[in-house]
């Protein structure tokens, strides 16, 4: 999401990766597989979340441009996208400029009203490494974070560059290092007057630009100066919660619903930093993850915590652990969007084993012969010396409505769906048992009958909200939460919170803007009280008892 606002404006993925006058360009927030044309963003291969960098594509509208794609096999021309619901003729008329569609040979078709004489818009070439900031150059692949700021400090006092290879004169860049990255930069040392420049990618262009290519310093959008790739997240400042309470070793456990969360969304700088910042910054060791679009999305964060590359997770003054995830090998629901699964995160390196994990399935079904409840899924964890089921449940309420920003809210007027009869059998035979996830509506509502029928309690009263948003950051609905057995409410410390610190970043997209929120969903968080080791713990640990019991890994494991 590089570029003028947008993720089209953006730079090759791979240099080698060009055939056919076919180029496959990835945006600096590593979007992938998107076909460019003369700056336009290729509707025909955009994923919801380029979709929704054009002016006024929110979620829902972007939803249904994909909806629509897939029903029809392909856009034809641009025009077709009138009949998608929430585009129309005129908001067509807004966004037309910015849109082409292109075939897999990379044949396009732009709206003849749209075409421009005298070469109006040329390709960007790549990043001007005359004028791009270190934080720019960092999103160019073969670029780190040490040759970037080496690049920024030559330039200073050596002036600007005059040719690409003058690179291999900064520290650090040798001529290989020079090869692999030469197709994604390019060398100006002055610009003409038409020239727009955001985000350190430079355009010609004579065209008056649309909303998603507006200067970052206009006043409408109130963003700061040079785009998201010259925007430096700043994560809040929080004081590590005590491992230990009251002399005894404590464990955190959490649930969050990552709204669609697909591979693209996972591999946003701005979400996967979000994401794996609020794991670590609150010291969550488990997990429950809920609305996964693509069952390798919890990959992508497991992959940034054990080996990090954005720097804030580099940089984080705690030990980060080893973690490990594992997702449901068949969707747990179905909605108007689609199949989503759920899955677990889980810190290893300090006493947490997965046993076995597995979907509650509904001997009930509908007249379609599917199940008519979203599945819970379970994973039974070993915690030092004992063992905790966790049930992890994402109800979809119906009566979804749209709100006003796109963002999907519920009707306190609609009931959602009881929970699988599965459940219950499952809560009578466990005695250490978390329900936790996305119910859809608060604790005093219908689908979770169930629960308190086994005498379960929740930890989430009604009147505390677990939905975000940037126009609600306190939010309106109590969506989440965490159900305790009797049995474990022993080891409850009495301490759970929702967390709504940092759950934005300058990559993510909010409408037609950015700086917006991982999810509409807030995490919840619980603690409690685990064995602890009479030794001093290791670097990793945090107190949690290990246990050894051989290497067998359950297949669910990744």
Not at 348 to 353: D, T, V
Not at 416 to 429: D, F, R
Request: aromatic fraction near 6%; include cysteine; glycine fraction near 8%.
């Amino acid at each position: 999401m590089g570029g003028n606002l947008g993720c089209h404006r953006s730079i090759p993925k791979d240099p080698t990766d060009l055939s056919l006058s076919t180029r496959k360009f990835s945006a600096a927030c590593n979007f992938s597989h998107i076909l460019v044309n003369q700056e336009r963003l290729n509707i025909n291969t955009a994923t919801e979340e380029e979709l929704m960098t054009l002016p006024g594509v929110n979620r829902a509208v972007a939803q249904n441009i994909v909806e629509y794609r897939e029903c029809i096999g392909g856009y034809k021309k641009v025009e077709d996208l009138a009949l998608v619901s929430g585009i129309g003729a005129t908001k067509l008329e807004t966004i037309k400029l910015e849109i082409c569609v292109s075939s897999k040979n990379g044949s396009s078709q732009h709206s003849p009203s749209s075409l421009r004489k005298d070469n109006e818009h040329l390709a960007c070439t790549g990043m001007n490494v005359n004028t791009a900031t270190a934080a720019q150059l960092m999103s160019i692949r073969g670029i780190t974070e040490k040759i970037a700021k080496s690049i920024v400090d030559f330039r200073a006092v050596q002036g600007p560059f005059k040719s690409i290879e003058d690179l291999v004169k900064v520290n650090y860049i040798n001529s290989s290092l020079l090869d692999k990255i030469r197709f994604q930069v390019f060398v100006e040392r002055s610009r003409t007057p038409s020239t727009n420049t955001n985000g350190g990618f430079t355009c010609m262009t004579k065209s008056q630009p649309s909303p998603t290519s507006y200067s970052m310093k206009s006043e409408e959008l109130d963003l700061p100066p040079g785009g998201p790739s010259q925007i430096l997240s700043a994560r809040p400042t929080v004081e590590v919660p005590p491992r230990l309470r009251d002399g005894r070793a404590v464990l955190r456990i959490a649930t969050w619903n990552l709204q669609r969360c697909s591979s693209d969304k996972a591999n946003n700088p701005g979400v996967k930093e979000v994401v794996c910042m609020t794991l670590l910054e609150n010291d969550i060791k488990i997990l429950a993850v809920q609305d996964l679009v693509d069952r390798d999305a919890l990959d992508k964060f497991c992959g940034e915590l054990n080996q990090p590359i954005l720097s804030t997770v580099k940089k984080w003054r705690e030990p980060r652990g080893l973690w490990k995830c594992c997702v449901s090998d068949t969707p747990t629901g179905q909605s108007s969007k689609g199949a989503h699964y759920s899955g677990f995160l889980w810190d290893s390196s300090c006493g947490i084993e997965l046993k076995e994990a597995a979907i509650l399935e509904n001997p009930v079904t509908n007249g379609n012969g599917k199940h008519g409840h979203c599945l819970p899924y379970l994973g039974r964890f070993y915690v030092g010396s004992s063992e905790l089921t966790l049930v992890n449940v994402h109800v979809q309420a119906p009566g979804e409505l749209i709100g006003q920003n796109g963002r999907s809210q519920t009707s306190n007027g609609h009931k959602a769906p009881p929970l699988s009869g599965k459940i219950q059998e499952t809560l009578k035979g466990e005695k250490e048992v978390l329900v936790l996830g996305d119910f859809g509506l608060g604790s005093d509502g219908q689908a979770v009958e169930a629960l308190r029928k086994e005498r379960l309690t929740p930890l989430v009263p009604p009147s505390l909200y677990t939905n975000i948003s940037t126009s609600s950051p306190r939010g309106s609905l109590c969506l989440d939460n965490i159900w305790l057995s009797r049995t474990l409410k022993k080891i409850y410390t009495g301490h759970c919170c929702v967390v709504r610190e940092g759950l934005t970043n300058p990559w993510i997209p909010d409408n037609w803007s950015w700086g917006g929120v991982a999810s509409d969903h807030c995490p919840v968080v619980a603690e409690f009280f685990v064995d602890i080791i009479p030794k001093e713990s290791g670097r990793h640990g945090n107190g949690i008892a290990s246990v050894d019991r051989g290497d067998t890994m359950p297949k669910h494991e990744r």
